[in-house]
């Protein structure tokens, strides 16, 4: 097998392979890997021997869940392949991806053509302006379409997309590809590497391949002004001149190839690392990397004599090894040996044992050389999203853009004494997974989990049940209600107490007034007269505030009102703070049960995002769910829903619209505000309250 233990900087391509999930893409790695001598078997996802899939819970699931990194060496260049997830649930992954990456592929399955993941991932891309390709997958199935697939890629994704190979056939009959460049056809070898004899076009599809030569070529010329003039005067372009004009407008983002094949026969592997070699950037040819120094920005070039700058983008734990941390050089050389800092967490990190990742396997390195990629064990202090830098020369890398978590479940432990597990192995899969959160909710009284969808909450309790002993039940957050009142009631608190010697004794008279929604609470002192002193004030304030947190009906804190203290009376031997803080607590019971106390719920505002083809069972779903549709907007061939929804309404939502809409649309929520519970689900709210107040 080939070896990638060296490069330099300019011999070194890093690309992100992205996409929906289901089209390809780890498949397309392994064949990539084979095909360059770099493995010597082709894996399968379905038989659960992928390259880069190779975590228990991917060969169990047979689709990627983390991002995997493996490596080529093709035509003298180093090509970093970073694998990533399809599927929305691990958006987190692409992301990481995106963030050290320098250029992109983008697979679109030729039967299911651009899909919801697709689009998300694309855009992903976009936010970082990485150059991209794309790379029309499964040409060989069943109702391929190379046509119908490019007049979505540039419907949805760009307009700047243009093929520089069309295929030759589809389904049972994909025997080959016409090279816009050389204008010949090369038709495949039986076997699976991918091996092809170069022949003429076939007489049938001439017409058609001219239509997308001429339209490559134009594309190209317009990147160039020269080359737009002697296209136009009708001279022989010259092949070397074309490619590097169109590398350069693939890095600006002017051009967008498109190639074809098929990964699982490795059809049309050869020709895109060909061009990946040609048209890639290399590290040293991407924008310089911006950190901060202090309160300064500094460039980071990709040089050996440079700043020593490097960002971890993946933690993983593996038996018997520990922590590994997956990072990208940006700057200067990284060797064995080393002492790094680590300037996020001001801990000094020694570099030992240094290894190039190829799917699970490593190969063992001396050093890299910069924007090369790397993994490294044992870093005691170090998480995803640091930065490592030369001690000498403090830099700080901008971190991974995660996305935020909208999707969360109660857990407890499954069997007694496992309580004090469950913390730290949340916390472990937290730092493998940064979008994966969890904590005490001390109102709840509940342990939540949070992610991006209920296919990662539910893949990351199976880690924690493999990988750290731990089961647990789950069961739905309970929603974090609050109680207001609706008009002003007036009462009486006193608190008298005789017990022999020195008594207790408070006594005042409370207003509660409702106030304006989100206005909170506020205390108005209106005693006259020195009737209850000065000093205990406060005390009665704190009574009122004390009780509130508990609410008169449900039990929830009561939120959005003014309580005023206008009379009471006090003893001189016997007032204290505490029993004005008590005679305050019972004017609040009593008058709050006056003042039309009602239940109020948490209001999420979500857009959904849908093809339009669901519109009709997207916004039925809504209002089965008591949602409020506040609007509609296109979004290309797709539909943008906009309401407000009771957070109690929304729970496995996400799984609910997958399967609405086979998949195709995703929704994003944040909370709004709390709004008046219609009286029949206050009902439920307290009666549930009060059979758990019962239980307890």
Sequence with gaps: MASAASF??????????????????????????????????KGDVEKGNALTDFTAEEVEHKFSINLGVANVVWNGVKINLIDTPGYLDFLGEVMAGVRVADSGICVVDAVSGVEVGTERTWAACETRALPRMIFVS??????????????????????????VEVPIGSGADFKGIVNLFSMKAHIYKPG????????????????????????????????????????????ELDRERVIAVLARAMLSGEVVPVFCGSGAMSRGVRALMNKIVELMPSPADAPPEVATTGSEDVEIEPSAAGPLAALVFKTTSEPQVGDLSYFRVFGGQIANGLTLLNPTHAVNERISHMAIPQGAQRQSVEGLAPGDIGVVAKLRDTHTGDTLCDPSKSVTLSTIDWPATDVSLAV?????????????????????????TSGFDPERGQTIIRGLGEMHLNINLERLARKYSVEVVTEPPR??????????????????????????????????????????????????????????VPAVNKGIQDASTKGVLAGYPLVDFEAEVYDGSHHSVDSSDIAFQVAGSLAFQRVAADAGPVILEPIMEIEVETPEDYM?????????????????????????????????????????????????????????????????VAEQVIAESRRDAEQA
């Design 479 to 536: 929603i974090a209600y609050r109680e207001t009142i609706t008009k002003q009631a007036e009462g009486q608190g006193r608190y008298k107490k005789q017990s022999g010697g020195r008594g207790q004794f408070g006594d005042c008279w409370v207003r509660l007034r409702p106030v304006a929604p989100g206005e909170g609470y506020s205390f108005v002192d209106r005693i006259k007269g020195g009737v209850i002193p000065t000093k205990f």
């Design 192 to 235: 699976d590497k991918g091996e092809r004899d170069q022949t003429e076009i076939p007489e049938e599809l001439a017409a058609w391949v001219e239509e997308f030569r001429e339209n490559l070529i134009e594309t190209i010329a317009a990147a160039d002004d020269e080359l737009l003039e002697a296209y136009l005067e009708g001279e």
């Design 412 to 436: 407890t432990a499954k069997t007694r004494g496992d309580e004090d597990k469950i913390g730290s192995g949340l916390a472990k899969l937290h730092e493998e997974d940064p979008t994966f």
């Design 616 to 680: 009709g069972e997207v916004m039925g779903d809504l209002n089965q769910r008591r949602g409020r549709v506040l609007g509609m907007e296109s979004k290309g061939h797709r539909q943008v829903v906009k309401a407000m929804v009771p957070q109690a309404e929304l729970y496995m939502y996400s799984a609910a619209l997958r399967s609405l809409t086979h998949g195709k649309a995703f929704h994003k929520r944040k909370l709004s505000g709390y709004e008046r519970t219609p009286p029949h």
């Design 8 to 41: 330099e900087t300019s011999d070194i391509r890093n690309v992100v392979i992205f996409g929906h999930g289901g089209s390809g893409k780890t498949t397309l790695v392994d064949s990539m890997c084979y095909v360059a001598g770099m493995t010597n078997r």
């Design 138 to 163: 499964m040409m060989d199935r069943d109702n391929a379409s190379f046509r119908r697939t490019f007049a979505q890629i540039q419907d949805t994704l760009s307009g700047a997309a243009i093929p």
